[in-house]
């Protein structure tokens, strides 16, 4: 299983709040205690180390020294984004695994213990999207979010990615991951829609953190800055 930790986004939504990237954001290890703290990214990268040693971080063409930095501390590797990648799956594609499982996470998601085990433990061969359908009532995010797909099939999933590439200048409004799923399932791309078995629900602490209020809301940053 190869996991890849996409990081390589224009970060337009975070705005250089707290003087960093979202990916270096403080953030506690543990829901229940204060300390120890670490940066969102470095803690992603801690937990991965129980599950696989096939780490691969994608990083901005602008600036990837401290996520060079990140990832050999890890042990993981870099990729240096293209400067016409266009979502993470553009960004991520050059390190798909050609044989076997490749699973993206995206990188500004805080992990559960219990959400990272559902994703990297699963065994269906298809593609899967992992997220939540509708607001969080753990963290108060209002609306559903995508943390992370895997596949076994890099070639199946070129073809999504590029009917993504197609589909996006006519539902901008739409992120990427959910355009994927809307085609995967065959529903109206403008619609949200959720269905098995290409849906997994994850629905805890597990979130995205996007923009400042995010990070202010979530109960592993609340008092942190």
């Not at 990081?7 to 337009?12: E, F």
């Not at 997220?131 to 609306?143: C, D, I, V």
């Not at 739409?174 to 619609?191: F, K, S």
Request: aromatic share 8%.
């Amino acid at each position: 299983m190869r996991v890849v930790v996409a990081a390589a986004g224009p970060q337009t939504k975070w705005g250089g709040h707290l003087g960093v990237r979202s990916h270096f954001a403080p953030v506690r290890v543990f829901l229940d205690q204060q300390r120890p703290v670490l940066p969102l990214l470095e803690r992603t990268l801690l937990a991965l180390g129980a599950y696989t040693a096939d780490v691969w971080v994608t990083a901005p063409a602008d600036v990837p020294g401290p996520y060079e930095g990140l990832a050999r501390a890890y042990r993981a590797r870099l990729h240096t984004a293209g400067r016409d990648a266009v979502n993470e799956l553009d960004a991520s594609r050059p390190v798909w695994s050609g044989e076997g499982r490749t699973v993206l996470l995206l990188g500004d998601v805080y992990w559960t213990d219990t959400a990272l085990a559902t994703v990297l433990g699963c065994g269906d061969a298809g593609v899967r999207v992992f997220g939540r359908e509708h607001a969080s009532q753990t963290t108060g995010t209002p609306w559903g979010e995508i943390f992370a797909l895997s596949w076994t099939d890099s070639t199946r999933m070129g073809l999504l990615a590029d009917a993504v590439r197609q589909a996006h200048p006519g539902h901008p409004e739409v992120r990427p991951g959910w355009l994927a799923l809307r085609l995967l399932q065959g529903t109206p791309l403008g619609e949200h829609t959720v269905r098995a078995p290409w849906w997994v629900e994850i629905d805890d602490a597990t979130d995205d953190i996007d923009f400042p209020a995010d990070y202010a809301r979530h109960p592993a940053t609340k008092g942190l800055a």
